[in-house]
């Protein structure tokens, strides 16, 4: 069975940071492409970024490039968001999502998880 826990959020001022982690346990997570997913309040759910299965190759939302970073560690099957330069408009439930045994998604733009964790709230006050 497949599980996705995140952690790490939280309230902060804008201009502020969080790290948001990932933990999944997955038999083969380094064939996993991951990700990141956000809903805020009236509004869908909505891509922020998604790594390769090596960690290689990364894409993001326009929203959100140049200020937030996803890694991974294959070791320890976690992946990360650093989030900086935190905007009141970041504010949202934050998802991880993880899709199973599919190859190139990520260099091509497709990345369409498989699995979702719980989510994890991020505030971002102005």
């Known amino acids: 069975q497949v599980q996705l826990v995140e952690s790490g959020g939280g309230l902060v001022e804008a201009g502020g940071s969080l790290r948001l982690s990932c933990a999944a346990s997955?038999?083969?997570?380094?064939?996993?492409?991951m990700g990141w997913f956000r809903q805020a309040p009236g509004k869908e759910r909505e891509f922020v970024a998604a790594i390769s299965w090596s960690g290689s190759s990364t894409y993001y939302a326009d929203s959100v490039k140049g200020r937030f970073t996803i890694s991974r560690d294959n070791a320890k099957n976690t992946v990360h968001l650093q989030m900086n330069n935190l905007k009141p408009g970041d504010t949202a439930v934050y998802y991880c999502?993880?899709?199973?045994?599919?190859?190139?998604?990520?260099?091509?733009?497709?990345?369409?998880?498989?699995?979702w964790g719980q989510g994890s709230q991020v505030t971002v006050s102005s």
């Open positions: 999502a993880a899709e199973y045994l599919v190859f190139g998604t990520v260099v091509s733009g497709t990345f369409n998880p498989h699995y």
């Open positions: 997955i038999r083969t997570f380094s064939r996993t492409a």
